[in-house]
């Protein structure tokens, strides 16, 4: 492996460890090395927190060392001033005259300045060392950028014989219906710590009043969104407990009191109601959404190919009849055995943007 690979590639593994914390942000990693020699690391650890160059630049004790070193960074460093002062600038003022970039950012008001402003002030710039793996690292981030919507994943667990459900009966109690196992059960919770939204239809609030939190795995709660056209799901539902951010889409002029975390939103359920939405959920800074269910608000992601991927747990238990599963074709990328089988489908459409 060349030397600049090596670099960024822990630029790589530096940047994961904000995954769940900095969104809608991107996870950035950065090192400093003068003479092949590491003397600097840092990664964004929070939205609206230091970057990475800023902290990867602190933890270097001997500053006048940085006027002979390199800095990697797996994300082209900003040129504009956000939550955070422009990281080009400060690589600039600290002398650094080379730097190493994964790949360049998508973001209109960054996209190429960075670059510009560090080549303008004489760094020598280098861009696309390990490009597809920084690419893939931010996919949420790049298709939220390049295609102005979250990045949307979604999750079913099924049958053996195809079923998401079983028929529901009138006045049953609400309630889950188990298909997956308690492994898989956890990574969905994990998923949802990593996702900014977790969304549902109406059926999945009426028939299992979920709570959409991540109890089985640490970290912070998604928003929970909630499609909810004629105010069918019953005021004293977890999703309107409070004690997770909501925001709840409607056609209706609701008269619930006031909740704390909760937001009614007033749209047309219409032919462009999903894209809608998520210009909505975007314009709220929620870069990824996690939709578990139902199957009807699930194929119609499938049939508009509003999606980048999905996750689909296929148990070895039978129901016979009940609600039929998501038809999909997309790519699949992964499969495993965890005592049900979990399958990972990419959609070609959407994902070539990367």
């Known amino acids: ?27 950035v990693g950065a090192v400093v090395v003068h003479k092949d020699k590491i003397i600097g690391e840092g990664y964004h650890r ?3 927190e230091a970057h990475a ?14 006027k002979e070193s390199a800095i990697y960074v797996s994300l082209e460093p900003c040129s504009h001033y956000g939550k955070t002062p422009p990281c080009a600038q400060l690589i600039i003022d600290m002398g650094i005259p080379r730097v190493v970039v994964g790949c360049s950012d998508p973001y209109p008001a960054v996209s190429g300045r960075g670059i510009e402003m560090l080549q303008a002030a004489g760094v020598e710039v280098v861009v696309g060392i390990l490009e597809k793996e920084a690419r893939e690292l ?16 979604l999750k079913w667990a099924q049958t053996e014989d195809g079923f998401i459900d079983k028929v529901r009966l009138e006045g049953e109690n609400p ?13 969905v919770h994990k998923k949802r710590a990593e996702v900014g939204g977790i969304m549902i239809g109406t059926n999945t609030a ?18 929970r969104v909630v499609l909810d056209r004629t105010g069918r799901i019953p005021s004293g539902y977890t999703v309107f407990d409070g004690n997770v951010e909501t925001i709840v889409f409607t056609e209706q002029e609701t008269a619930r009191p006031f909740a704390e975390n909760l937001t009614f939103i007033k749209v047309d359920f219409g032919e462009n109601l999903i894209e809608n939405i998520f210009s909505v959920l975007k314009k709220r800074k929620i870069g990824s959404v996690l939709v578990e269910g139902g199957g009807e608000l699930l ?7 509003l999606w980048d991927e999905a996750y689909i747990e296929t148990s070895h238990i039978s129901f016979g009849n009940g609600i039929k599963a998501p038809v999909i074709a997309g790519r699949t990328v992964g499969e495993w055995k965890w005592g049900t089988s979990v399958q990972v489908q990419l959609c070609p459409d959407n994902y070539k943007i990367l």
């Open 299 to 305: 194929q119609s992601l499938i049939d508009k190919h």
């Open 175 to 187: 309630g889950s219906t188990p298909v997956s196992n308690d492994f898989c059960r956890m990574l």
């Open 206 to 223: 009426v028939n299992d009043n979920p709570s959409l939190t991540t109890r089985y795995w640490y970290g912070r709660n998604p928003v």
């Open 46 to 48: 929070r939205y609206g």
């Open 53 to 66: 160059e800023v902290n990867a630049i602190n933890s270097v004790k001997d500053k006048a060392l940085l």
């Open 138 to 153: 931010n996919k949420e981030f790049f298709v939220a950028q390049i295609s102005n919507r979250p990045y949307i994943y």
């Open 1 to 27: 492996m060349i030397i600049d690979e090596k670099y960024m590639l822990r630029c790589l593994q530096l940047a994961l460890n904000g995954k769940g914390y900095v969104s809608p942000n991107p996870m």
